[in-house]
């Protein structure tokens, strides 16, 4: 079982719509990234919570420590969201794990 | 733009070779990371290093070695090198040792 796992592995969704991509991980963990992989395969840092929600557009991340959960929540989806979302934690050290990734495909 | 930047984007070699991949962190940023994303194994962590020093290992194989210079960039030397080593390889930078880290665009290496 990956210390990481992510839900779903895919998600197709409308333009418009609420969606909310979810991340469990096993290890107790000092922080945890949302990060976006585009097609063209760069990364970009979304966000790095250790506790409680942030917020930074139409995104929004939540935490719980306890429960060992984070989620990813897009509103208003627009088809520039497709792309791949990765949730990454730091447990050992400053080295990142990283779960499988969530493609999303959001259509007009 | 993170502010991170890899050198070459693209590299194509052959079998038995060795490459060097050049990164230069956010100025200001202390620590390097490098990590391999390759089809079938996703992202892993390669190495660390923080102000010149390696500070912690991944899933490194000997044939590669990397190392951060006074001015706070940091090469991946690659050796000897095999089908699989096709990947693309990332770096990326932080401030401190628990800090975010901000990703390069990678480098995607090519092995035939």
């Known amino acids: 079982k990956n210390e990481v796992e992510q839900s779903p592995q895919n998600l197709t969704a409308q333009e418009g719509e609420f969606i909310t991509i979810n991340c469990s991980y096993s290890v107790g963990i000092s922080a945890l990234h949302w990060l976006q992989q585009h097609p063209g395969g760069g990364i970009v840092s979304l966000f790095m919570?250790?506790?409680g929600k942030k917020k930074h557009g139409r995104l929004i991340a939540t935490i719980n420590i306890q429960e060992k959960h984070s989620s990813l929540h897009i509103t208003a989806s627009h088809p520039r969201d497709s792309a791949v979302y990765i949730c990454a934690v730091l447990a050992s050290g400053s080295r990142l794990t990283f779960g499988e990734g969530t493609q999303l495909t959001v259509n007009p | 733009d993170s502010g991170v930047t890899q050198t070459p984007k693209h590299l194509i070699t052959a079998t038995g070779q060795r490459v060097t991949l050049r990164c230069s962190p956010r100025s200001g940023d202390l620590s390097v990371y490098w990590y391999q994303q390759s089809l079938d194994q996703g992202l892993q962590f390669l190495i660390q290093y923080y102000n010149g020093e390696e500070r912690a290992k991944g899933n490194i194989l000997e044939r590669f070695s990397a190392q951060q210079f006074p001015d706070l960039h940091s090469e991946l030397n690659l050796s000897s090198l095999e089908l699989g080593d096709s990947a693309l390889y990332f770096c990326?930078?932080?401030?401190?040792?628990?800090?975010?880290?901000?990703f390069g665009p990678g480098t995607r290496l090519t092995v035939l």
């Open positions: 990326a930078s932080s401030v401190g040792l628990h800090n975010e880290q901000f």
């Open positions: 919570l250790s506790s």
